[in-house]
């Protein structure tokens, strides 16, 4: 391929759809019957939206400029001062990010697969495959996760086919929940969207698209799939467990796995396997959110070198991770600081939309 | 002759295309073989030219120089070395008739400057030659298998290519057999290599660009492609790669893959070798160049896909439902060679829960007086196995074969009876072993042999996860890695829908419309005619006719 912009609309598709996929899988149902109860699977559906306001913002103003990637436009667009304010914001947003997906998946393994083993080591292992993986370009970068994805999928559904005989439809009602109150209705709605923020991976690629004008609807189709594919999670695990006995499971997706099992001969217990797989999917979106903190911080810095920039952040995404002092502790860091990334990541490219609009309209022109 | 990287830069400035270069082109070749800073003309005097050679050449028991009298007038001599030259073509074609007197004086030239034309256009029966005046390319010409001749008062020098071709017959590839497909390997002999693919290719458009290659060695390295269906982008990258490659010898084709590879730190080949004719010609049509060396029974084709690794002739000449079936098999025991030991010891040490209970009982009680753990008793297990293997390749093939099958029996049985290891360990490393000789393609073979040891050691240590973090890292290198450009895992990533139809799958020949999408070929299409029409005829029409 010798044309510079290789990325198909597809890949692109691939790209955010698996970023999205991650660590969120196995404690999604709980997070959201915690704050809706039965209203789980509709919160979740309306987060879909909610989290289609920025996403639609980033992609549309991405595509004004297809040359540039947003690091770069929004210095004309807003001035280098705040544009690189911003961008700190992203990077440091971004870095917490990486490392408390790190720290999450590092609590999974230390409760599922390895009781005894220091957490430290297993999230070096993953950290360092990620750092060396963030070495390379955008191309390569989105080949992994376009090669992946299949097998995110692919292991989700089986253990959700093996599921849906055990689906009881009474879990599922009342669909607008037993104590229904706006406020944490509406607190569901926002946790579930900031699962989304994944979809910021595409200022990346638009500049890299065959066909930047699909961006926005690619990048809300991508969103929408992963949203549908979320939400088909909890109303299994909702209606095979019913919302009391899901509050009780700390990862509700994980005990579907266990409770699934392949006829009664080879395969008995197909957790294990499971987590496994899921290893990939906690593996791609680390990867995007360690590679846009990487990215970030060369824009920030302006230097070319990404390779010495992914060596640099390894050990600081090492020490934040292990920052927490608890379980819990990680969960409710996680949550606050995901709920500011998308107030963050809606209101930015909101505002350089709107920026972009004004000066368009104040005749100041700018490259197509 | 020119050197590689002349070759490149006037490849780089062609823009039309080129006249035939073959290998037979030497005759009309005047430059420099090789290239020396400063040009010393033949002396005039026969005795000075003689001893010249003598001097750089120093003293050698194989050079030959014979002096006569050149059609009774004029004092001569021809040097060579004469375990490269066919002495009796010499006899024939070069003495006898240059000191032969002929009938009619009066034809000979009494102008000693007429003399080689003279001689070129009468005396000697011989197609490749060339006059040179420089006296510095002459030992060069005589390395090469050519014999010189030197004539008093003559200030040129005649160069006569009888290099005597001794060569083994043609035989089977010993490293890629076949069921069915042609029964041909390559030898060591460049031109019987170039007149295999050349009698299967009888098309114009094939080009074979020779130069000779280390400053020792002196190799002659060919370069080949077929005009308008190998990307010229494609061979200028070749060209440039061959064109840096500065070493003083290239002993086998395995020389050059390392000086032109993409990546040496990858365990994965990038540059595929073969020692088969018809799958050499395969590549070329598909768009891809090959490269040849003299004195080495493979040829190289670039670029190599991780997708052409699996591949065999066989699933071409075989039917396709069967030829997609086997390809399958190959790739899952591909993956079996690879992933097999490191499962089973992370299952057996870490996730034994996954396996049916009384299964899971049976396994631990063949383990029982087993004093290693897992991880050491497959390692163990498994570089005997490999220690096996080396040692029957290096055994005289007498008793390799008896080696091999004891080897395997004895050990794996007394390694049980002693204690040392389970009988399922015994079982697995002997699939995994049997897995990799499935790899038709040695060099990948030798790949995922050498990863499986790490797969283990990530077994042990962590269990499912580690291999699921070896997996990646193994598969993450391969999506990074490429082949003169082309991403090493086209066409499952980059997807291409035209390219799956040669892959895990090897679709129907009529099928198989396009020539690889990733090697952009100018003239991409191979099939004529449209598709379903002529297959529907086919099966339908056609059949019944015979029935009518």
């Known amino acids: 391929m010798n044309n510079n912009r290789p990325i198909t609309t597809f890949q692109f598709m691939a790209v955010i759809i698996s970023t999205i996929i991650g660590v969120g899988i196995l404690v999604f149902p709980r997070y959201m019957v915690e704050y809706g109860g039965n209203s789980a699977p509709l919160m979740s559906i309306l987060a879909i939206f909610a989290a289609l306001i920025g996403c639609w913002f980033t992609a549309s103003v991405c595509r004004k400029y297809p040359n540039e990637t947003l690091f770069v436009f929004s210095r004309r667009l807003l001035g280098r001062g705040m544009a690189d304010f911003s961008t700190i914001i992203i990077f440091l947003f971004f870095l917490n990010s990486t490392s408390s997906n790190m720290r999450q998946f590092g609590e999974v393994c230390i409760t599922v697969l390895f009781k005894r083993t220091p957490i430290e080591i297993l999230m070096l292992i993953l950290l360092i495959l990620v750092g060396l993986s963030v070495r390379r370009n955008i191309v390569k970068f989105t080949y992994i996760h376009v090669f992946y994805l299949p097998f995110i999928l692919i292991s989700v559904i089986i253990i959700l086919m093996l599921s849906l005989k055990k689906i009881d439809g009474l879990n599922l009602l009342p669909i607008l929940g037993n104590n229904f109150t706006l406020s944490s209705f509406s607190k569901g709605v926002f946790l ?144 606050v600081t995901s709920v500011i990334g998308l107030i963050f990541l809606t209101v930015y490219p909101f505002l350089l939309w709107v920026v972009d609009l004004i000066r368009n309209k104040g005749g100041l022109s700018h490259e197509k | 002759m020119q050197d590689w990287n002349e070759k490149y830069l006037t490849f780089k400035q062609k823009k039309t295309p080129a006249k ?249 080949p990038q540059v595929q070798s073969t020692e088969r004719p018809d799958k050499s010609t395969a590549a070329l049509l598909e768009g891809r160049a090959i490269i040849l060396v003299d004195g080495s029974p493979f040829s190289l084709i670039v670029p190599a896909l991780f997708n052409q690794f699996f591949q065999t002739i066989d699933d071409y000449t075989e039917r396709f439902i069967v030829g997609s079936l086997i390809r399958l098999i190959r790739l899952v025991a591909l993956i079996f060679s690879l992933f097999f030991p490191a499962l089973y010891v992370s299952i057996i040490s870490f996730n034994p829960e996954l396996l049916p209970t009384e299964f899971a009982v049976a396994l631990s009680g063949g383990r029982a007086g087993v004093p290693l753990p897992a991880l050491l008793e497959v390692l163990v297990m498994e570089v005997f196995m490999e220690v096996l293997r080396e040692a029957t390749i290096r055994l005289p093939q007498m008793i390799g074969g008896a080696l091999s099958i004891v080897g395997v029996l004895v050990i794996g049985q007394a390694a049980v009876a002693a204690g040392l290891a389970s009988p399922t360990t015994v079982v697995v490393v002997a699939l995994t072993t049997i897995g990799s000789f499935a790899t038709p393609s040695y060099s990948t073979a030798l790949a995922l042999r050498m990863l499986r040891f790490p797969l283990i050691v990530l077994a042990g240590c962590f269990g499912l996860y580690g291999v699921m973090i070896g997996t990646l890292v193994i598969i993450n290198h391969l999506l990074f890695l490429e082949s003169f450009g082309v991403p090493y895992m086209t066409p499952y990533v980059p997807f291409k829908t035209t390219d799956m139809k040669d892959s895990v799958i090897r679709a129907p020949l009529w099928w198989m419309k396009q020539r690889p999408s990733f090697l952009n070929s100018p003239n991409s299409t191979r099939l004529a005619h449209q598709l379903p029409k002529a297959f529907s005829d086919l099966i339908f029409k056609d059949r019944g006719d015979e029935y009518e």
């Open chain 2, 20 to 268: 035939n270069k073959a290998i037979t082109s030497q005759s009309t070749g005047s430059g420099n073989a090789h290239p020396t800073p400063q040009q010393k003309p033949v002396d005039l005097e026969l005795k000075n030219n003689l001893q010249t050679i003598q001097e750089i050449l120093g003293d050698n028991g194989d050079l030959v120089v014979r002096n006569f009298r050149m059609y009774g007038l004029y004092d001569a001599a021809i040097v060579f070395f004469f375990p490269l030259i066919d002495e009796e073509q010499i006899h024939e074609h070069v003495l006898k008739p240059l000191m032969n007197i002929p009938s009619a004086p009066l034809t000979i030239p009494t102008q000693l400057s007429d003399l080689p034309n003279f001689i070129w256009n009468i005396t000697v029966h011989i197609a490749r030659g060339s006059t040179t005046s420089d006296l510095n390319t002459l030992p060069i010409s005589l390395v090469e298998g050519n014999v010189i001749l030197f004539i008093d008062g003559v200030g040129q020098a005649l160069t006569f290519n009888l290099r005597k071709n001794e060569h083994r017959s043609i035989e089977a590839p010993q490293t890629e057999l076949t069921i069915r497909g042609s029964r041909e390997g390559f030898i060591e002999n460049l031109e019987a290599n170039i007149s295999l693919i050349r009698y299967r290719l009888q098309t114009p458009d094939f080009r074979v660009q020779t130069c000779p290659l280390g400053t020792r060695s002196r190799s002659q390295v060919a370069l080949c492609y077929i005009e308008g269906i190998a990307n010229p982008a494609l061979i200028k990258k070749v060209m440039k790669r061959l064109s840096a490659i500065h070493t003083d010898s290239i002993i086998d084709a395995g020389y050059i893959e390392q000086f032109i590879e993409d990546q040496p730190l990858s365990p994965f």
């Open chain 1, 192 to 335: 579930s969207a900031s699962l989304y923020q994944g979809t910021f991976i595409l200022i990346l690629l638009v500049p890299l698209m065959r066909k930047p004008k699909q961006a926005v609807k690619a990048a809300n189709a991508a969103l929408f799939f992963s949203g549908i594919f979320y939400t088909i999670i909890v109303i299994v695990s909702l209606g095979m467990f019913g919302m009391n006995e899901i509050e009780l499971l700390i990862y509700p997706t994980l005990e579907l796995a266990r409770s699934a099992s392949f006829g009664t001969g080879l395969l008995e217990r197909l957790d294990a396997i499971f987590i496994v797989v899921w290893v990939i999917s906690v593996f791609t979106t680390i990867f995007t959110n360690y590679y846009l903190a990487v990215y970030a911080l060369r824009e920030l810095i302006r230097i070319k070198d990404q390779r010495l920039i992914s060596s640099f952040l390894l050990p600081f995404i090492f020490v934040l991770s292990l920052l927490p002092q608890n379980f819990f502790q990680v969960y409710d860091v996680a949550l």
